[in-house]
């Protein structure tokens, strides 16, 4: 499931740039400040060649930059802005930054004129200059108050101007107010001719979900500089260089007929909208599976702690009605002398894929307020934890199954070598079977579990083993031969759970990657599972620390798009492909979707975030780069869509997040109908809201 991105590599590389400046990470007493110095802080910005103390040692800014609140760009960790040593003027003890605004005398312009910005700026010890910037365009430098600056505004200038202003004191502590908007709409006395415009769309009939391609064609007396591309009136995507193209995605949701435009723009900002070109989109929904769609999500056993989700929230929320099935994550498969089994313990994880965690599995008890039934535990009752809680879930909701799920990213560890052979493959689904299936839990000191206790929790087994082949954690087990001795695992845990009753259930987490579904024969073991869950997410994300930012569970692939290599393609339609063409049925496949997102910080403007470079992972609530849909539904910044990918993004002028919302997924579940595939799966219920509201989004897709 979402693998966490390790920052080793980030801190190899400070111990390198600390190194090539003569100091290893514990510096010594020389860079050790000796005079009163400008402490670091956040907020302000820091000129090339300032001086600072941070945790001890002077640093020197290496550029010019301003350290925005909430990066974290202190001097110790971001040595691309700071190296180490440096003389602090032992006479300048101001640290606080003067406080500015701008504005301007007017709002908006309709002829050629000139407007007056006028600053107001503090502080503690006295303003020394204030610039005035269009932009990221200095245009003027004052020294005495008051502070203003003329500009002059022609119909070069149409559009909205932002303007801002930056105050300095003596120390050279600095601030940047927050920017005053002018708009300029000048008529322009020069080029009034418009450009020509006209479109075309491809195919021009749609029978089967995917893409059609929009081409225009424009010319203009000066020049085109830019083509925006329309399905009705909605903007779907903007051209700047011929030829001049776009794709709009379209499934069954779309039947009916779509009217596509192209508006053409030169640089005086004449501009001219095309004629409209036609598609008739008339794709027939395959019906589902006779069992109907499977609505699986993954309740993670951790998150009764830090991030408080009981499995009581599934009931309040409204999710539990929602789903078909529930799959408890994890289970561990440990290393008994040789012989690999399933097993109960509560220890810590060491960082070897060695831990457990039996007190939430069957040995916590639940209040009253936290008890999905609103009955409290007690001390000798037969089974508590987790997995109580699960069977008065499924007593609410008895059409609701439950699956054990073994493995995830960190307890993959010997999957290869307990599947290495047939006895060692017998054993291990005997114990998982025999601990998970018949319920013979290990008694607890208070008398409680023991044989039979836990039998009825869970009505199959999903196996997550991450991954056969490689491409998992450093220390899992991996064999050449793992190919093949997946499918036979799979048979073996088919074969045992029959010969325990009929209709126990099989599934396994299957990656996204048809690089990694190259390591597994489908094919060969289809007719041992019931399904399989594909993880079409984590495509891309913050371990990557220097972008470029990109989406990390898109339905469809943007050829344009940054990347090499395999996961460049990567996405939803990707892999449900590559599991079709392995020969894994359609009614089979069930397709991912993550409650959270991935993002990247200090990421520049261009094309509003998306494919630029990062200064690292953005900041998140339990690890950096990853963060829950709850949270980012309400993070500042603007929403945008991604016609050719089916995806969208949020970006507030420096942070980049990438998530599925509920247009996202009534997109996706439209293509799970379309292409009459089995359902849709979630990682992990605790990331969406109290509401809720992503489980019932793919809900209402499936009915």
Not at 487 to 503: I, Y
Request: glycine share 12%.
């Amino acid at each position: 499931m979402p693998k966490t991105a390790l920052s080793i590599s980030a801190l190899f590389a400070l111990t390198l740039a600390l190194s090539a400046c003569g100091e290893s990470p514990q510096a010594s007493d020389v860079l050790r400040t000796q005079a009163v110095c400008t402490a670091w802080t956040e907020g302000p910005t820091y000129t090339a060649g300032q001086v600072v103390t941070y945790q001890g040692l002077t640093y020197t800014a290496i550029q010019t930059h301003t350290a925005y609140t909430g990066t974290n760009w202190n001097p110790r960790d971001t040595p691309s802005l700071w190296k180490v040593g440096g003389t602090c003027d032992s006479g300048s003890t101001d640290t606080t930054a003067p406080t500015v605004s701008v504005s301007s005398s007017a709002g908006s312009v309709t002829t050629a004129s000139t407007i007056t910005l006028t600053a107001s700026a503090s502080d503690n010890v006295g303003v020394t200059r204030v610039e005035f910037y269009d932009g990221a365009t200095l245009i003027g430098t004052h020294t005495t108050s008051p502070y203003t600056q003329a500009v002059t505004l022609t119909a070069a200038n149409n559009g909205t101007r932002s303007y801002t202003a930056r105050a300095f004191d003596a120390a050279g502590n600095s601030r940047v107010s927050a920017a005053t908007s002018v708009t300029v709409n000048i008529a322009g006395s020069g080029d009034t001719t418009a450009p020509t415009v006209s479109v075309t769309a491809s195919p021009t009939s749609v029978t089967a979900a995917g893409n059609v391609t929009l081409t225009a064609s424009a010319s203009d007396n000066v020049g085109v500089t830019r083509v925006e591309f329309y399905q009705g009136t909605t903007l779907l995507a903007t051209d700047t260089t011929a030829p001049y193209s776009a794709t709009d995605a379209v499934t069954s949701a779309q039947n009916g007929t779509r009217s596509y435009t192209a508006k053409a723009f030169d640089a005086a900002g004449n501009s001219r909208v095309s004629a409209a070109a036609s598609v008739t989109v008339s794709i027939g929904t395959t019906p589902p599976p006779s069992s109907g769609f499977k609505r699986v999500a993954y309740f993670a056993q951790w998150g009764i702690y830090g991030r408080g989700y009981q499995v009581k929230n599934i009931d309040t929320s409204g999710t539990a009605a929602t789903l078909t099935h529930i799959n408890y994550a994890f289970g561990n498969v440990y290393n008994a002398g040789g012989t690999y089994k399933c097993d109960m313990v509560t220890r810590a994880e060491s960082g070897s894929g060695d831990g457990g965690d039996a007190y939430a599995d069957y040995g916590k008890s639940f209040d009253a307020a936290t008890s999905v039934d609103g009955v409290a535990d007690v001390w000798n009752q037969p089974i508590k934890g987790n997995f109580n809680q699960l069977k008065k879930l499924k007593a609410r909701y008895p059409g609701l199954k439950t699956l054990i799920s073994l493995g995830g990213w960190t307890w993959s560890r010997y999957f290869s070598a307990a599947a290495s052979t047939d006895a060692s493959r017998r054993a291990l689904v005997s114990s998982c079977i025999d601990l998970y299936i018949k319920g013979n839990l290990p008694a607890t000191p208070d008398a409680s579990a023991g044989p039979g206790s836990a039998a009825g929790v869970f009505d199959g087994i999903d196996i997550d083993w991450e991954y056969p082949g490689g491409g998992g954690l450093a220390y899992n087990t991996v064999s050449a031969a793992d190919r093949q001795n997946f499918t036979l695992l799979l048979q073996e845990f088919r074969r045992q759970l029959d010969a325990v009753r009929p209709g126990l259930l099989l599934t396994i987490a299957a990656p996204g990657g048809p690089d990694k579904i190259a390591n597994q024969d489908p094919a060969g073991y289809r007719a041992a599972v019931d399904w399989v869950n594909i993880m079409t997410y984590d495509f891309r994300g913050a371990w990557d620390a220097g972008g470029p930012t990109n989406f990390h569970s898109n339905l469809y692939t943007d050829p344009n798009g940054p990347g090499s290599g395999p996961a460049k393609t990567y996405s939803v339609d990707t892999a449900v492909n590559a599991f079709l063409s392995a020969g894994m049925p359609a009614n089979k496949i069930v397709i991912g979707v993550p409650f959270y997102g991935r993002g990247w910080t200090g990421v520049p403007g261009a094309n509003n975030g998306l494919y630029q470079s990062a200064s690292g992972p953005a900041r998140g609530t339990y690890e950096a780069g990853i963060e829950d849909y709850k949270v980012l539904k309400n993070a500042p910044g603007t929403v945008f869509r991604n016609a050719t990918t089916g995806q969208m993004w949020k970006y507030d002028g420096t942070t980049f997040w990438s998530y599925d919302d509920e247009q996202v997924i009534a997109a996706k579940m439209a293509y799970v109908r379309s292409k009459g595939l089995g359902g849709a799966m979630a990682w992990s219920l605790d990331g969406d809201d109290a509401q809720g509201t992503l489980a019932k989004a793919v809900a209402n897709g499936l009915k």
